[in-house]
């Protein structure tokens, strides 16, 4: 996105620097990494930077208003609710999509948001080892908010581990070692000490949980929960595990229900410009040119069940209508790059909320590169300068 570094950068690069930064990103925790890691970061000047700011810091205030529970109470499935939720989520993320306005300019656009973790503890390494294989000045950095990675990693434990013995908690998924997102699990436990457990491993008690930690059944005090219900529920073989919906004496970050509060049905409720117009299908009282929006399931995993062509007809195989939003479609802008066809990019910031704090605050990132009709490595396959990777924003 900033001409002369990308210049630079392209200019400078060989595939065997390539290989050798690979080397080390693989050598995190070898055999763990199952996605692909593109060949480059993205570069991003302060104005767009703090366009995708100021455009959260809006949405923060509809999330942050006394009224959030009650707009967002019919958004967790009925039989999905967990007891004991607390009052707001300790993580938020933003997608921003790089895009092109009618005027031709370049802005960002809001494609999803979850109350939900995402690569927090690979990302603290991933950077670092992306900084020096990308050579980036000293005038820009992938923290956000004067965060390093020293007081970004202090962060992540003062709110995950807290006051606990960090063996009393847990991050919590099914089949982490199956995840392809499990390298992201192991770079946590090397930084704060917390063991990843399958649910399938869990014991409850009464109204206590335990796991067996080195052969010791250790009482789990506190869930990092990863576990999420739409991917639970494509699982099989899973009729003996512990009811999540049952109430336990456990503490979360995040609680699961904010999952689904701080999520697509959010959108609805949000007005900025970089946030594109959505409807809940149910509730489109005027007839829309389809072939300006995007129709999503409210409840789906990984972009699961996202038809982009919409037709009548999708519609019309709608069964409840109230489950599903439209969103105006953004022009995604090809504008990374690259040895062959230019890249389309997508940015991920990270927003931690610490107990005490009245509003969470931007600290990191993640981006991803596509070639694709959607961002995603299923969509990118065969494709080189795709996947995975980290902005680094200039500095104001």
Known sequence: MEKSLRQQFNKNFTEEKYQAYMSRVEGLHPGSLDFRNAETPLFVPKDFKNKMLAACEDIIDVIVAPNFKELTKRSIPTDLVVPNENDHSQFIV???GVCENAAGEIEPQLIEMQGFPTLFGFQAFHSELTRTYANVPANYDSYLNGYNRDSYVQLLKDIIVGDHNPENVILLEIFPEKQKTRIDFYCTEQLLGIKPVCLTEMIAEGRFLYY??????????????????DDLQQQEGLENIIDLTNEYDVEWVPHPNWFYRISKFTLPFIDNRYVPETFFLNEVKVPVDLSEYVLKPLFSFAGMGVVIDVTQADIDEIKDPENWILQRKVNYAPIVETMDEPAKAEIRLFYFWKNGWKRPIG???????????????RYNKEKTWVGGTVAFFEKD
Do not use: C, E, P, Q
């Open 94 to 96: 933003f997608d921003f």
């Open 212 to 229: 067996m930690n080195d052969g010791k059944k250790t009482l789990v005090k506190r869930i990092y929960d990863r576990l999420i219900f």
């Open 363 to 377: 600290v990191h990132n993640l981006a991803r590169l596509s070639k694709g009709k959607m961002i995603g490595t």
